[in-house]
């Protein structure tokens, strides 16, 4: 059982340790590298599993540097008591074996071990050295992109190369990002050894972003800021569209008589310069240049053929399209009628709708303020003499027609001793008792030019 334990045990420690990056034995763990940062002090951590007062215990912690061959003795502990080699540098508290650097530069930097005794009271002895690496780092400064060349660059044609570099910062490791996106080596990106370079070529469109770097160490992290790449590309995708008329594939049809504009659309940068072309009996014929292409329909044949050339004066690439203008009459427009008066028809009944609410509130308004059945009566009722209107009287001069008139009606034979006996003399003959007898009582002034002026 005693053999069994005495090889199982420390093969069981020794695996643990190459999984969790920690040394293990069966009395002491150890991490196995540390990273510390410059100007600040690192703690070498050890876990003692030992803790008895029969045994006896023998600690010493030792250092070597890249270029030593052999180690040098830092600090001892023994018998409760510690040999501190050099206290500025160093502490030691025993009985913790556990190792403080005061001030970390690039000198501690090296291999440390922990070497330990253990003397049991039977007098058994286990002697044991536990290695631990140790890295001081710089953190790293923000980080500089630079791009050569610093101009715009030409697709298919030219490289581009990006460059990133600190300030500070020691054990520097480079990841480039084109728009967030992590950038990797491929056929057309090639990285330096340290990835703090990164070339392009040839440049295409899809390399067009904004590019930014990080690097990293073992104790920071920074960013640069990112630097946008131009490219000078195209013309792709072109296509010629017209808001008019009728198109079916590359034919358009529109209406004798109109005014049709077609625009040439492509992807470039710079934009591109267009040309529109017509093609009669496989002559071809330059009409204009520009983006955007008028046509009068009624100076065209029953069918013609046109086409689009782009050109890209930068990349000194072109493209053409073909299209087809047939002039025939598309109808009188019903569905497009049908579609405007139907997107019109709410509004036009709502103001229609709100012209017969007004008209019935102003007829509501004008019969409760001018009661036009009272108006209607009392013009009905009215007697002759009030209405207005031209009146003949026969006689030229007014002085003659000014006087009193007196209204006598004679309802019936009996009642005709109430008429004025004067009224009456010259009507008993003649007269229909139920008649208007007038009876002018003239009384002129003796002086009616003075009577109307007063």
């Known amino acids: 059982m005693e053999t069994f334990s005495s090889t199982f045990l420390p093969l069981l420690w020794t695996v643990t340790s190459l999984l969790s990056g920690t040394y293990c034995s069966p009395y002491v763990r150890v991490p196995t590298i540390l990273h510390g940062t410059y ?3 690192l703690l070498l951590p050890v876990e003692d599993f030992v803790h008895s007062e029969d045994v006896e215990i023998f600690f010493s912690w030792n250092f070597r540097g890249p270029t030593e061959d052999m180690p040098t ?11 501190n080699m050099d206290k500025s540098r160093f502490s030691f508290q025993p009985p913790n074996a556990s190792l403080l650097i005061h001030s970390l530069d690039q000198t501690v930097e090296g291999e440390y ?11 058994s002895t286990v002697r044991e050295n536990n290695p631990v690496r140790i890295t001081v780092d710089v953190p790293v400064s923000v980080p500089v992109i630079k791009k050569s060349p610093a101009t715009e660059v030409v697709e298919d044609k030219e490289n581009v190369t990006w460059m ?27 990285l330096s050894p340290d990835n703090s370079s990164l ?3 040839p440049v295409r469109k899809e390399d067009i972003g904004e590019y930014s770097c990080v690097v990293e160490n073992f104790i920071s992290e920074e960013t640069s800021a990112p630097a946008a790449l131009n490219i000078f590309y195209g013309p792709y995708n072109l296509a010629v569209k017209s808001d008019q008329g009728l198109q079916t594939g590359g034919v358009f049809t529109v209406n004798p008589g109109e005014l049709v504009f077609f625009d040439c659309l492509a992807d470039s940068n710079p934009p591109n310069s267009c040309a ?24 065209l044949a029953h069918t ?5 050339r782009a050109f890209n004066n930068v990349t000194q690439k072109q493209d053409e399209t073909e299209f087809t203008l047939v002039v025939a009459s598309l109808g009188t427009g019903k569905e497009k009628h049908f579609q405007e008066g139907s997107a019109a028809s709410p509004l036009t009944a709502i103001v229609i709708v709100s012209l017969i609410v007004i008209i019935c509130m102003l007829v509501v308004l004008f019969r409760k303020s001018c009661h036009p059945h009272r108006v209607i009566m009392n013009i009905y009722n009215r007697p002759l003499t009030d209405q207005k209107g031209p009146h003949l009287s026969g006689h030229e001069d007014a002085t003659e027609d000014f006087g009193i008139y007196e209204f006598v009606a004679i309802p019936g034979r009996a009642e005709s001793t109430l008429a004025s006996n004067r009224s009456l003399a010259g009507l008993e003959s003649a007269q229909d008792l ?8 003239k009384h002129v002034p003796e002086t009616p030019s003075q009577s109307l002026l007063k």
């Not at 003795?73 to 040999?83: E, G, S, T, Y």
């Open 73 to 83: 003795l830092l600090v001892a502990f023994q018998n409760q008591k510690d040999i």
């Open 39 to 41: 100007g600040h002090s």
């Open 164 to 190: 990133c570099s600190v300030e500070n910062g020691t054990r520097v490791r480079y990841r480039w990002f084109q728009d967030d996106r992590p950038v990797r080596a491929g056929a057309r990106h090639t």
């Open 199 to 201: 070339v392009i070529s």
């Open 434 to 441: 139920h008649t208007t007898i007038y009876d002018v009582i």
């Open 304 to 308: 013609e053929e046109f086409l689009c």
């Open 113 to 123: 071990w922990l070497a330990f005794y253990i003397t049991f009271p039977n007098g």
């Open 276 to 299: 529109w072309i017509s093609k009669t009996n496989n002559a071809t014929e330059v009409l204009m240049t520009g983006p955007r292409f008028e046509v009068l329909s009624y100076k």
